[in-house]
C-alpha cells in the first residue's frame, strides 16, 4: 500500500478532529513511505514556525524508522545520540510528534504534529495513526488486498 493522497486526507481529518476536541491549532504533515510530503494541513491560527517542524517530524519518523519520541533521551549530552539534530541539513526532530505509519513491521509513511506541548502533539498524531490501523483491518475484514510500493 502506498500513501495515497485519499488516505492522507483523511488521517489529516482525523488528526485536525483530535486538535480540535483538545482546544489546538496545529500543523499537520503526512509522508510516504520515502518521506516525500503527500499532505499537509495548518489549521487556522496554528503557528507558522510549526510548519517546517511538522513536515520534518513526519520525515524523521520515516527517515530513522522510530517516533520522534525515541529521540528525546538519546539525543541528550553525554547520550549515544548527541547531536543528531544537527546531521540532515537539520531536517532531524527529536522532539515528540512524528510517528511512522506502518503494515505490520513496513513503514508505507509518517505523520507529523506540531502546535502544541510534545505530549499534546504524539497524542494529535496517535489520533490519526489508530484510525489507520482501523482503515487497514477494515480492508483486511472486507477480503481487501493492498500492496506496498508503487
Not at 68 to 93: C, D, K, M, W, Y
Request: aromatic share 4%; hydrophobic share 45%.
Amino acid at each position: 500500500m502506498t500513501m495515497m493522497l485519499d488516505i492522507a486526507k483523511y488521517l489529516l481529518e482525523v488528526a485536525e478532529k483530535k486538535a480540535k476536541d483538545m482546544g489546538l491549532a496545529e500543523n499537520i504533515a503526512i509522508v510516504d513511505d520515502g518521506a516525500n510530503l503527500v499532505a499537509f494541513h495548518r489549521m487556522d491560527h496554528a503557528r507558522i514556525g510549526g510548519i517546517d517542524i511538522a513536515q520534518n517530524k513526519a520525515w524523521t519518523s520515516v527517515a530513522l524508522q522510530m517516533p520522534t519520541s525515541n529521540l528525546s533521551e538519546a539525543a541528550q549530552p553525554g547520550h549515544p545520540s548527541f547531536g543528531i539534530n544537527t546531521t540532515n541539513h537539520g531536517r532531524v526532530v527529536i522532539l515528540g510528534g512524528g510517528i511512522p505509519l506502518r503494515i505490520g513491521d513496513v513503514i508505507v509513511g509518517g505523520i507529523g504534529v506540531s502546535g502544541g506541548t510534545s505530549q499534546q502533539d504524539i497524542e494529535v498524531a496517535n489520533a490519526a495513526v489508530q484510525a489507520f490501523e482501523q482503515l487497514l483491518k477494515r480492508h483486511e475484514s472486507n477480503g481487501i488486498s493492498y500492496r506496498i510500493g508503487s
